[in-house]
């Protein structure tokens, strides 16, 4: 494993369970969060977020936390594992309260600068419908890179995995 992509829905773990590969095999760590927020919230133009994310995908050696579907085909060819949190939604809704609550107000170290976690009810409704819509789409851009997913449904099924990676 050189090259890792960590995907699933928002608040499943990706950034927490991506840092712990990075570190657990002494790759370098990228978050597209805080490649595709600029300061305020505001999203980075997709040609930009298309350039920077392909400059990362350039190394020999990574892991990238981030779903961001509309830039997978950028990904997907490069990685040689896809590490994917397919987490129940009332989980991840769940995590995603208490992560709100614990970093209200300021920037997560994952994101980008100067945006601070907030409560947006339309973000928890995109994670709410993750299964009809935002799952659907993922499936379908994961065809052809099946063969390199592993599919990881619980918090257990994770620390299970990251437990059987070689410490460096």
């Known amino acids: 494993m050189q090259r ?4 699933g829905p928002c608040g499943s ?3 927490t369970l991506a ?3 990075a570190h657990r095999l002494g790759l370098p760590l990228h978050h597209l969060d805080a490649v595709a ?3 305020g919230w505001v999203e980075m133009e997709r040609p930009e977020f298309y350039r920077r994310t392909e400059a990362i995908v350039a190394g020999e050696r990574w892991v990238i936390d981030g779903t961001h579907g509309s830039s997978l085909h950028l990904r997907a060819p490069r990685a040689d594992t896809i590490v994917y949190l397919d987490f129940p939604i009332r989980l991840c809704l769940w995590r995603l309260v208490k992560r709100t609550l614990r970093h209200y ?4 170290p994952d994101m980008g600068a100067d945006c601070p976690e907030r409560f947006d ?3 928890f ?3 709410a419908r993750w299964n009809s819509g935002p799952r659907v789409r993922l499936h379908k851009r994961l065809e052809g890179h099946w063969d390199k997913v592993v599919r990881l449904r619980s918090p257990n099924e994770a620390q299970d995995f990251l437990d059987s990676l070689p410490a460096r």
């Open 125 to 127: 409704w995109y994670v």
């Open 13 to 15: 773990g990706k950034s």
């Open 105 to 108: 107000g300021t920037t997560r």
């Open 121 to 123: 009810p339309a973000f």
């Open 37 to 39: 927020w600029l300061p």
């Open 4 to 7: 890792v992509l960590v995907i």
């Open 19 to 21: 840092a712990q590969i």
